[in-house]
């Protein structure tokens, strides 16, 4: 697409927010703009719904809570349950894809789906039965109907990592295509944080084209991607963040550069060692979860070598500076005061701002 509507066209605009620098940015632009707060809603994918495995920051999913309510802005929820490790261990169908809305929580299954629960409940009673060849037939169906028994695989592909694909990218799809405020007779905007210094494959997208779920003349619904900060450089982010006196989200002050998953398949030695710093490595912590999965699955999260291996004695990125900061992030906790620095408090980049793209975008 050439040009958007106008902004006052659309009926609703979508912020992705993962709570980035970038995300941050997309939603202070639509309000420098001088779109209206109750036209924009925030969505953040959760990633760890339903699980007793964690894969993402403890300190995230308070700051998208207070960030929304400091603004005054919107923040709905979508998921797919089980989260990340349903996915990896998947032997059968994908399980369902949940979202909030105006009307409450609403969960989308697949005929898929509803098969896999039958073979389960199938091998159950097999199993209390010593029913040997049943227990097999069942095993090969669900192999067929779908097997994914792997690590999500560095690279640009999506079929093969199917973490950004499978969490993300298809359950906002689902989430749009069957929410009673997006299924039909609207205009929507999703505004995305992309920016083309990131990485040589987003130096190609465009900044605004149609959205995988536009369908105008079935549902007379309009669906429109903008990506406004792709042309931008990482310090005109901050100076946007810095402008509005934007705490931003504090793993960014322990010194990490970017704000994805804690155990982002990206992540280089430096920042796995800053995992391993502030959640542990023994038993049951986040970063064994992966030694585990390796040994398990047979599949390396590396291409070349197992995560010992690839981590070695690697440094830590963690910044001890900003003492507060370093509890948040290991506790979990972010409240709206905190999201606006203070008047009379000195707006400081923090410890994270510019510390290159180690890592990679996800």
Request: net charge negative; charged share 25%.
């Amino acid at each position: 697409m050439e040009n958007l509507l106008p902004l006052e066209e659309y009926s609703k605009i979508i912020v992705l927010f993962s709570t980035g620098k970038d995300s941050l940015g997309c939603v202070l632009h639509l309000l420098e703009l001088g779109v209206p707060k109750e036209k924009i809603e925030l969505w953040h994918h959760l990633i760890d719904k339903g699980s007793d495995k964690k894969m993402d920051h403890p300190v995230t999913l308070p700051y998208a809570k207070a960030f929304a309510k400091a603004l005054g802005i919107r923040l709905r929820f979508s998921w797919r349950e089980g989260g990340f490790w349903s996915e990896v261990y998947r032997l059968c169908s994908s399980t369902p894809v949940s979202f909030e809305d105006e009307y409450g929580i609403t969960t989308v299954e697949s005929k898929l789906w509803k098969r896999t629960l039958q073979l389960k409940e199938l091998m159950e009673q097999a199993e209390l039965e010593d029913n040997l060849d049943v227990l097999e037939t069942c095993f090969n169906e669900l192999k067929q109907i779908g097997y994914r028994m792997k690590l999500p695989a560095k690279g640009a592909d999506l079929s093969t990592r199917f973490c950004s694909a499978y969490l993300k990218i298809m359950v906002g799809n689902v989430a749009i295509v069957h929410s009673e405020e997006t299924k039909r007779d609207c205009k929507i905007l999703m505004v995305s944080g992309e920016r083309r210094g990131e990485s040589n494959n987003r130096r190609m997208y465009n900044e605004c084209e149609k959205h995988g779920t536009n369908a105008e003349i079935r549902n007379n619904r309009t669906v429109h991607v903008w990506r406004p900060l792709i042309d931008w450089s990482l310090r005109d982010v901050w100076e946007k963040i810095k402008r509005f006196r934007i705490n931003p989200n504090q793993l960014y002050r322990v010194g990490l550069n970017r704000v994805s998953c804690a155990l982002c398949i990206f992540n280089g030695p430096s920042q796995w060692a800053g995992v391993k710093e502030l959640y542990g490595s023994g038993e049951g912590s986040m970063f064994q979860q992966v030694v585990d999965a390796e040994r398990e699955l047979g599949f390396t999260l590396d291409n070349k070598v197992d995560i010992n291996t690839f981590v070695g004695n690697a440094s830590s990125c963690i910044d001890h500076s900003d003492r507060r900061a370093l509890s948040q992030v290991i506790e979990g906790f972010f409240y709206p005061e905190d999201v606006f620095v203070p008047y009379g408090h000195e707006w400081e980049f923090p410890a994270g701002a510019f510390r290159g793209s180690e890592g990679g975008p996800c």
